[in-house]
Every structure is written in C-alpha cells, then in structure tokens.
C-alpha cells in the first residue's frame, strides 16, 4: 500500500514528465539548496522511488555515518506512514534495506577511485549491481571539486550504468550565476550534469524548479509544490 501511495504523491512522477522520462543511466543530477531545505530528504525519496520499484541503490554519504544516514531512512519511512496512515514502518525498513547499501566516507578520505573500487566489490563479492546511486555531501567548493572530478563521477555512471543524484548546497544570497541561469557552487559544471533542480522555500511550500532538463528547454511553471515536512506532492 505505501508502494501506491507513495508512487501517487511522490514529485519524481511531474519531473519525471517535465524532463521526457527523468535523468537516465550513465547521466548526472544534482538538487541544489541551502541548508536545511530538503536535499537529502530529496536523495532519499529518489532512493524510495526506485527500492519500490524492486531496484537496487546505493547511497553515499560524505562526512555521515551510516547510523546516521539510517536514521534519515527511518524518520522518513516514519513520517510517509504516518501520512498515509499505514503501521509498521519498521517492517517495511527492513525489506527495502535488502535493496540498499550505505557506503560512508570522511571528506577527507573520500574519492572518486575508491568509491568505484567498493562499487567493483560490491559487484564482485556480494553480486550487488545497483541502478541508482545517490551522493550526499560532496563538497562542490573544494580545490579538487572541479570539472575533473565530476568528469570522473560521469565515467561512473557510464561505465556501470547508473543514474547518479547529487545533493549540492548553494549559499542563502545565491550572488553568483552563470550565463544559462546555474547558481554556484554548480555554475562551473553544470555542462556535466543532465537534470539541475533547485529548492526554493516559500511561505508554505517547498517549490521545485528545474533549471536543466538535458539539452531541451526547460519549462519554468512546473505545477511542483511539495509538503515541506514531508517532500511530497501537496494537493491543489
């Protein structure tokens, strides 16, 4: 039942509609925010999406635990059955951990090479062959956060075809704008990703705008207004 109600409220469904189909295999995405907002929440209802779907994902979290980034799985969990009204959310947990890894890294351990390497092992040891990979708190301001490094991220994706979802966290003035309407810290290298969202708080919503839809042109009134304690679609 929280597979339906889920699938019936969750944004990925508009979005994936506004960008003709969603991000793709082999293909980068990145939702942008300030703190706070929802990013990771956002990471996770992707990860939900496709763990409903029976897929395989794998979420990465830089400079958190794996405890703490279950934690964030459970809340979540929690509060989706609490609106929807369903029991046992510890239940439903553990089946869809089945489906999922949690790889977590230091800042300053954590890297392009060794990420593919435990991909590798995961592939080779476990059999586990992920479609989605979720990367949280990759740090876009860092000397060797460039055009490389994500290059390096795209090989990834390509070469084990996955889709792979960022989260990157924009400054509360966003003063710094590139030409095609990307605000830092992805204004630089916004050619290499396929699907930019941005998360704009407003009085009583979340609203998501998309700022690139591969190389199409990207439609501005997206009718998406999401719950900002839960991140699901609100209803008009």
Known sequence: MLKQEFTLKSPLRILQKATRGGLGKGNLGVFMARA???????????????????????????????????????????????????????KIAEEL????????????????????????????????????????????EKEDSGWDTLAAFEHVAKDRSLEIWFSARTHREPNVVNTR????????????????????????????????????????DLPIRLNPNTLLLMDE
Request: net charge negative.
């Open 181 to 220: 309407g990307i605000p830092a810290p992805c204004h630089e290298v916004d050619d290499l990703f396929s699907v930019i969202i941005f998360l704009e708080p407003r009085e009583d919503a979340i609203h998501l705008k998309l700022l690139k839809d591969h190389e199409h042109p990207v439609r501005q």
């Open 97 to 140: 951990e089945r489906q999922r890894i949690i790889l977590s890294y230091t800042p300053e351990t954590f890297t392009v090479r060794k990420l593919a390497r435990d991909l590798e092992d995961l592939s080779k040891d476990g059999g586990f062959l992920p479609e989605i990979l979720l990367i949280d708190g990759f740090d876009f």
């Open 36 to 90: 706070g907002v929802g990013k990771t929440a956002c990471l996770i209802h992707v990860a939900l999406d496709s763990l409903f779907k029976n897929q395989k994902a794998v979420h990465v979290g830089i400079g958190e635990s794996v405890e703490e980034i279950q934690v964030w799985y459970r809340e979540i969990l929690s509060d989706l059955c609490t609106s929807f009204d369903i029991q046992d959310p510890k």
